[in-house]
């Protein structure tokens, strides 16, 4: 018979290889966590200009390096879009208002997240936006089609948004540290609507400043 010490060595034993097998568990699901979050953000499917029919920016300025922020903003248009045709026409209404009435090179956004369940490339990585004051030489914007006030967008589009930054920070365009911000944090406004800034108030990074 195994005397009580023994008995106790054994359990000890025991308990550790159980929790070297729980810290491996562990280990590998946070692995693989890393792994599904990588692989979505590379199945993001970038719509391209053409796809809604941009026209060419008068003299686009190019950001060198990794930017430090993201800003969300929403287009305010109140019922938003389902289809790819009604998405497409108002992100081409976005760039004529922001080109002529705003006077601004191009759409100010880098990109747009529509309802549709697709992200289009607006002025798209590396090139500066006008999107928020003191901000457009350093960010990534990103505009969600429609009013955010009351709800927040779709499960679709909130993950869309994510893994395009995800995205963005695979390709080296934004910095792992950055910070991310509702445009209303950047100016007096209501953009992105109450809905969306309280929704991303959860996600990682998201600073109060």
Not at 105 to 110: C, F, K, L, R, V
Not at 151 to 173: E, F, H, R, V, W
Request: with cysteine; charged share 20%.
């Amino acid at each position: 018979m195994p005397s009580e010490c023994q008995k106790i060595s054994q359990f000890s034993e025991r308990s550790k290889e159980q929790q070297h097998t729980m810290t491996t568990n562990k280990f590998l699901a946070a692995l693989m966590a890393l792994c599904a979050i990588a692989l979505s953000a590379e199945a993001l499917n970038i719509e391209p200009r053409s796809s809604w029919g941009a026209v060419a920016a008068r003299s686009p300025a190019r950001i060198s390096g990794a930017v430090d922020y993201v800003i969300i903003h929403h287009s305010d248009n109140p019922n938003g879009c389902s289809t790819s045709d009604q998405c497409q026409r108002m992100i081409k209404a976005i760039q004529t208002d922001h080109k002529g009435r705003r006077s601004f090179s191009d759409i100010g956004y880098n990109f747009i997240v529509a309802g549709d369940g697709k992200v289009y490339e607006g002025r798209g990585f590396g090139l500066q936006g006008s999107h928020a004051p003191n901000y457009n030489r350093n960010s990534i914007g990103i505009v969600f089609i429609g009013n955010f006030e009351s709800t927040k967008p779709s499960s679709q589009m909130l993950q869309n948004a994510k893994d395009l930054i995800d995205k963005a920070k695979q390709g080296g365009y934004l910095k792992n540290t950055y910070t991310l911000l509702g445009h209303r944090q950047t100016k007096a406004t209501a953009c992105p609507g109450t809905a969306l800034f309280n929704e991303i108030k959860t996600w990682p990074n998201w600073r109060s400043i």
